[in-house]
């Protein structure tokens, strides 16, 4: 039997706290977990070292400062271009007062196939508000801190 090549992996997440835009912008994915196959380049890039098919899974907190309802959009991209049909649009409930912000998670799926070795996927985002961020939550009381994006990705085939 042929020897199987072990197919790609990657868990990221970010550490930073990024303020809503109404352009879009690169979500900012700063640190990897574990990466075989693929790696972190940039903000928020991420390099597939084969072709091949695969899933990304993404969760994205975003938070609202504001005492009205805001949006995010959230979408892919391939090789620095809109990939179709892959946006999303989530609303942010207003925060309940000044100590107790509105919070959203955003987790979306996509199966897509790389072309080259060296192609690359991103998330941008988009609001109405700059009252809109994805934060980075310190640990409290025994839990772990919360990163505020997590991208997983898996090659299928």
């Known amino acids: 039997l042929p020897e ?38 940039g903000v928020g890039r991420i390099v597939l070292d084969a072709i091949g098919t695969y899933k990304m899974t993404y969760s994205i ?40 912000h509105g919070f959203a998670v955003a987790t979306v799926d996509f199966i897509g196939t790389s072309q080259n070795v060296g192609d690359y996927v991103e998330l941008y985002w ?13 640990a409290w009381d025994g839990v772990p801190d919360t990163p505020g994006v997590i991208v997983n990705l898996s090659q299928i085939v």
């Open 4 to 41: 199987m090549l072990s197919p790609g992996f990657g868990s990221f997440y970010d550490t930073t706290t990024q303020t809503g835009s109404s352009t879009g912008q690169p979500v900012s994915v700063n640190a990897v977990t574990t990466a075989v196959g693929m790696s972190r380049s």
């Open 61 to 100: 907190q975003l938070m609202n400062n504001d005492n009205t309802v805001h949006y995010a959009d959230i979408w892919l991209k391939y090789n620095g271009v809109n990939y179709p049909f892959s946006n999303t649009r989530f609303h942010v409930p207003a925060r309940k007062s000044a100590g107790e």
């Open 126 to 138: 988009k609001t109405d508000s700059t009252s809109v961020s994805i934060p980075t939550l310190a």
